[in-house]
């Protein structure tokens, strides 16, 4: 692969600020995660685990009562995930940087789900307090690490969505550009990242897409056809050391079926009604896209950790 260096300048505004990769602070103003159910609103989550051998059948919850808005393929993806020897072979990897490394062993609890649990399910099926549902794909090969970035949450918390909602060649998307900013001494901007990029309304497919807007592409697609992905993914709660590791973000599926518009639902960011520092990084990044380089979103994810590959690569 040739060098591929951005000759156009940030803005000097924006240069050496703080870098936000692993800020966890709760976002002001985003849902919070401790809400509580009415105890009579919640469900056993061990009542959607199937008995042992030989044990009497344990019913399982009508979902399809809980969770009206679910159409029978949503219903239908369920984890295979359902072993705590299966939780271990991703935990215990032998990656300096793994997403569930040593350092946040004691800051969340990684567990399998329960067989027949939907991934729309939410905590009307638990009484052990809020969780969330993470695609094993997206730590394996996107890298992304918990606890969320502020600009992760933010943007979950703009897009209205929950983390197993995004597709993963999206959040490629997201953990690239961060990168880049990092990188450069840029802030990452949910608003300028949605003036680069549109949310597409999932329809059939289910899953929330983002796609580069045309004239303003600066990241390759991760990959061409994203397989093996669903059917796999796990649950994060935060544990009594660090309460707010799933705070402000959404935790659970939204209904996009009646709320949104069928051709998008997230219209693309306007610079004219931004900060002076977005407005300059939107034109910053325009001029990169005007240039027409584009940066390869699997190097850059592969690369966070090398400075010398990034300079190569970025500049």
Known sequence: ??????????????????????DSTQVRGAPSSQAVRPASSQTALAQATPPNAGGAPIP???????????????????SS????????????GDEVHQSFHKEHDERMMVLPCPAALPVCADDKVSADGPFCFVYTTLFKKVKLKF??????????????????????????????????????GLPA??????????????GDRLWVSLNGIAGRSILSIFQQSYKDWKGKFIQ??????????????????????KKESKSCFRRPRSPDSMG???????LFWKRVADAHITFLTPTLISFE?????????IG
């Open 276 to 282: 002076a520092l977005d407005r300059d990084l939107c």
């Open 147 to 184: 606890p969320f970035t502020r600009f992760e949450r933010e943007l979950l918390t703009e897009l209205n969505i929950a983390a197993a909602q995004l597709h993963p060649n999206s959040w490629a998307f997201v953990r690239a550009f961060q990168v880049m900013c990092d990188h450069l």
């Open 81 to 92: 995930v359902n072993t705590a020897g299966a939780v271990l072979r991703l935990t215990n």
């Open 1 to 22: 692969m040739t060098r591929t260096k951005i000759t156009p300048n940030p803005p000097p505004s924006a240069r050496n600020l703080p870098s936000q990769a692993h």
């Open 305 to 313: 950790f090398f400075e010398d590959q990034l300079e190569f690569q």
């Open 189 to 202: 901007s949910v608003d300028v990242f949605l003036f680069l990029f549109e949310a597409k309304h999932p």
């Open 236 to 257: 994060v709660r935060a544990n009594d050391k660090d309460t707010s590791l799933l705070d402000g973000f959404p935790l659970y599926w939204v209904d996009k079926g």
């Open 60 to 78: 399982l919850p009508d979902f399809k009562a809980l969770y009206p808005w679910a159409n029978p393929t949503l219903l239908k993806e369920t």
